[in-house]
């Protein structure tokens, strides 16, 4: 097997200009390039990846750390995470905690997955924290600690805004799309819109539901929370069952707005066992606008978030990180996406048709 040293022999250049013209590190003429490369192909040579890194002391490698790879939510993130860290030669690990479904107890899942990509020596780590709003300074910190001990690694936080610690963030704005699918209900002429939401601790879930009620403020109509709010999970189990409890409930509603569409497809089955139509008697809109949304009967409204291109966002201003030298200077990087509504036959019977076909 060739060595770098009989590439440069061959080429007759110095090892230093071989390794510049591999790496790209230095500025060599073209008439030099050229006799590096001859000699490459001719050779045969392949560049040793593991003691590049070691002298670079880069590893090529991202971590990720999600709270529920098994949903539809997640998936879409890591497809455009998984574009940009190929085009750019990086591999991805991924860790998840469950933190959708476990909730707290998950957090300490994921304290140790942070500990387990800084002993694997990550160049950079993405990451959506279950941390609770109370705990979120100290948290910070401690990942400061650990990603800056033997080496800086690169830190972008997903769905969560770590912007005014320092940390780049690339979200979407809960609050704002929770209230956008309310607003609209009560638009249609909805005036008992019930809600169900995700697992209640995550601030994201929190978003919502302050979304959710700023929209029936705005119509001046009342909200009774035990009666006019469920919890669910994200899971179709939990919006069939959430939808059972509040039709015993609140009766008399007549539109309801989802925190996702998993749970809103349970819900749409759960009504339609107790002889309740949608939209004719309840108007149901979930979110996310994942492809299922599209698919089932009817056809579900939902909130458009840009979920792939969260993942693309994310792992840009993380390569960024990674690639860039001038760290002292750099301005954290915050990225909010915005919402849209999709309409669709499960608000309003007309609707058209639009099945996502290409984003899955």
């Given at each position: 097997m060739a060595s770098i040293k009989d590439v440069a022999r061959r080429a007759g250049v110095s090892i230093s200009t071989v390794s510049n013209v591999l790496n790209g590190t230095k500025y060599v003429s073209e008439d030099l390039k050229k006799r590096v490369n001859i000699a490459v192909s001719e050779l045969e040579y392949e560049v040793d990846p593991v003691a590049r890194n070691m002298k670079s002391q880069r590893s090529k490698?991202?971590?990720?750390?999600?709270?529920?790879?098994?949903?539809?939510?997640?998936?879409?993130?890591?497809?455009?995470?998984?574009?940009?860290?190929?085009?750019?030669?990086?591999?991805?690990?991924?860790?998840?905690?469950?933190?959708?479904?476990?909730?707290?107890?998950?957090?300490?899942?994921?304290?140790?997955?942070?500990k387990a990509l800084v002993a694997n020596r990550v160049d950079g780590i993405i990451f959506c924290s279950m941390v609770t709003e109370g705990m979120e300074e100290t948290y910070v910190k401690e990942i400061k600690r650990m990603t800056s001990q033997k080496k800086r690694i690169a830190m972008v936080s997903i769905e969560?805004?770590?912007?005014?610690?320092?940390?780049?963030?690339?979200?979407?704005?809960?609050?704002?799309?929770?209230?956008?699918?309310?607003?609209?209900?009560?638009?249609?002429?909805?005036?008992?819109?019930?809600?169900?939401?995700?697992?209640?601790?995550?601030?994201?879930?929190?978003?919502?539901?302050?979304?959710?009620?700023?929209?029936?403020?705005?119509?001046?109509?009342?909200?009774?929370?035990?009666?006019?709010?469920?919890?669910?999970?994200?899971?179709?189990?939990?919006?069939?069952?959430?939808?059972?409890?509040?039709?015993?409930?609140?009766?008399?509603?007549?539109?309801?707005?989802?925190?996702?569409?998993?749970?809103?497809?349970?819900?749409?089955?759960?009504?339609?066992?107790?002889?309740?139509?949608?939209?004719?008697?309840?108007?149901?809109?979930?979110?996310?606008?994942?492809?299922?949304?599209?698919?089932?009967?009817?056809?579900?409204?939902?909130?458009?978030?840009r979920k792939k291109h969260i993942g693309l966002e994310a792992a840009r201003a993380l390569i960024g990180q990674i690639e860039g030298e001038d760290e002292v200077s750099r301005e954290t990087v915050r990225i909010e996406m915005e919402t849209r509504l999709v309409v669709r036959r499960s608000t309003q019977s007309d609707a058209p048709s639009d099945w996502i076909l290409s984003d899955w």
């Open positions: 490698t991202i971590g990720v750390i999600t709270a529920d790879m098994c949903g539809l939510f997640y998936p879409y993130i890591m497809k455009g995470i998984y574009e940009v860290a190929i085009q750019k030669g990086y591999s991805v690990m991924i860790y998840d905690t469950n933190g959708v479904n476990e909730g707290p107890t998950s957090f300490d899942r994921e304290r140790q997955y942070f969560r805004d770590f912007s005014k610690y320092g940390i780049d963030s690339v979200f979407s704005n809960s609050e704002e799309g929770a209230f956008k699918a309310t607003d609209y209900l009560l638009g249609l002429g909805c005036r008992k819109v019930c809600h169900i939401t995700g697992p209640i601790y995550a601030k994201v879930v929190k978003d919502r539901v302050l979304g959710y009620k700023r929209a029936i403020m705005k119509y001046g109509l009342p909200v009774d929370e035990e009666k006019m709010i469920a919890n669910g999970d994200y899971t179709h189990q939990s919006g069939y069952l959430a939808i059972k409890q509040l039709l015993k409930s609140c009766p008399d509603m007549d539109g309801v707005y989802i925190a996702n569409d998993q749970m809103a497809v349970g819900a749409c089955m759960a009504l339609k066992e107790c002889g309740r139509k949608v939209p004719e008697d309840i108007k149901v809109i979930g979110y996310d606008n994942v492809f299922l949304s599209s698919v089932v009967d009817p056809p579900l409204s939902s909130i458009h978030v």
